[in-house]
């Protein structure tokens, strides 16, 4: 497609389960980018990807969640142990190139622990 | 309506009236600003950004303004539509770094 894809649109699940949000960039797009927007709050940085280069995870919050992303493409969120606090939507962005060009956001997954 | 928890600042503007939206950032060092749309369910959506060799940049129907002595952006709508309607964030980026730092947001509301 044309622009950032995330699935699943939503998800539901008991608190103690893992889960993975998937993330598909844009076509060329080297870089991509999570974050996180609770309730009526701003976007907080998870997590970056840049070409081959190690990932900055400087944004995670706990060793509960980490990234992957293979290929260069696409990438996966997973939170292991969900916590009702980790109830948000996840937003995922790429960029044609590290900083100083504008990311381009998917429509997020709403993630909700009961 | 609004959610349980939301207090997002609140500019209500009719029809047809230019929107000023306001936002002060926070690191002196940051070098790109951004400005984003957000409408409910969907992500962020890009409108305009600035670089900081820059004080004015326009675009359609869109204007961002830049004074690095304040540390202060806007975003200025001209003749705002029903469709402008939303959650407007700014952004900053440090070339020292590639992640957005992202301000609170401000909701507009266009009523005729």
């Known amino acids: 497609g044309a622009g950032v894809s995330q699935s699943p649109s939503n998800k539901v699940t008991e608190k103690g389960k893992d889960v993975e949000l998937r993330c598909d960039p844009i076509?060329?797009?080297?870089?991509l980018y999570w974050y996180r927007q609770s309730l009526g709050q701003g976007l907080e940085f998870l997590i970056y990807f840049q070409g081959n280069s190690a990932p900055d995870k400087s944004g995670l919050p706990s060793d509960r969640f980490s990234a992957e992303r293979t290929g260069g493409s696409v990438s996966t969120l997973t939170i292991q142990r969900t916590q009702q606090e980790d109830s948000a939507v996840y937003l995922c962005a790429s960029s044609a190139q590290e900083g100083g060009q504008p990311q381009h956001f998917g429509d997020g997954t709403r993630l909700s622990i009961l | 309506g609004e959610s349980v928890g939301l207090h997002l600042p609140t500019l209500s503007v009719q029809e047809g009236d230019n929107s000023i939206i306001n936002c002060a950032y926070s690191?002196?060092?940051?070098?790109?600003f951004i400005w984003y749309k957000q409408e409910s369910g969907k992500g962020p959506q890009f409108i305009i950004d600035?670089?900081?060799?820059?004080d004015k940049r326009q675009g359609q129907r869109v204007t961002v303004l830049l004074n690095k002595t304040v540390k202060h952006l806007s975003l200025q709508i001209a003749a705002t539509q029903p469709g402008d309607s939303a959650v407007y964030f700014c952004a900053e980026n440090s070339h020292n770094t590639d992640k957005l730092i992202f301000g609170t947001g401000t909701r507009l509301q266009v009523f005729p």
């Open positions: 600035i670089r900081s060799n820059m």
């Open positions: 076509s060329g797009h080297t870089a």
């Open positions: 690191n002196s060092a940051s070098d790109y």
